[in-house]
């Protein structure tokens, strides 16, 4: 059974940061697309930086010039850097594992989620 399993998440004060982590087993990550995605209370997931098997990344506009996503295909692993954090940022965080096989399957894969508030 494919697992995403998240960490880092928290409680930090505006303008802090955290390093959210995400470490996959039984599938070789390095041949997905991973991504973190976040839910607020009543709001729909969405995205929030993704990267791909080539190391490509995207960003949401909302978090551009203060988040950072890397991978480590050596430890399956997917990482987001969150810095400068603001109330808005606080949601569940999710962790997604994405690849195409063929024009019409694909694998779709998402961890449990973490808590992220950022609040005083």
């Known amino acids: 059974q494919v697992q995403l399993v998240e960490s880092g998440g928290g409680l930090v004060q505006p303008g802090g940061s955290l390093r959210l982590s995400c470490v996959a087993s039984r599938i070789t990550s390095s041949l997905y697309d991973m991504g973190w995605y976040r839910q607020a209370p009543g709001k729909q997931r969405d995205m929030v930086a993704r990267?791909?098997?080539?190391?490509?990344?995207a960003y949401a506009d909302s978090v551009k010039d203060r988040f950072i996503i890397s991978r480590d295909n050596s430890k399956n692993a997917v990482y987001l850097q969150m810095n400068s954090l603001k109330p808005e940022d606080t949601a569940v965080y999710f962790c997604?594992?994405?690849?195409?096989?063929?024009?019409?399957?694909?694998?779709?894969?998402w961890g449990q989620g973490t808590q992220v508030t950022v609040s005083t």
């Open positions: 990267i791909t098997s080539a190391g490509s990344t």
């Open positions: 997604n594992a994405f690849r195409s096989i063929t024009q019409i399957t694909s694998r779709d894969y």
